[in-house]
């Protein structure tokens, strides 16, 4: 995470930017119905704000807490069907 900082520092909302479209870009396809959708964007944009707050706030997340919980919320996603993979 330290060369990230480094790499991106100033240019923060370009990593996250970049990082949001690659994860619609995966999932956008695969969820049709417009409740889904919701769901899906509001889990895309968390997931970044936690990522942002990770990597350049002081806030102090356990990476593996984040880790933990993005799985069990992608769990949860596809036994919802609402991602399945292609």
Not at 8 to 25: A, S, T
């Amino acid at each position: 995470s330290s060369n990230l900082k480094v790499v991106f520092r100033g240019k923060q909302d370009v990593l996250c930017l970049k990082l949001e479209e690659k994860l619609h870009n995966i999932y956008d396809s695969r969820v049709t119905d417009p409740e889904e959708r919701i769901k899906l964007s509001f889990a895309i944009g968390g997931f970044i704000n936690v990522v942002k707050d990770y990597l350049f706030t002081t806030k102090k997340y356990s990476l593996r807490l984040i880790e933990d919980y993005t799985s069990r919320l992608v769990e949860t996603l596809v036994k919802s069907k609402t991602v399945t993979a292609k």
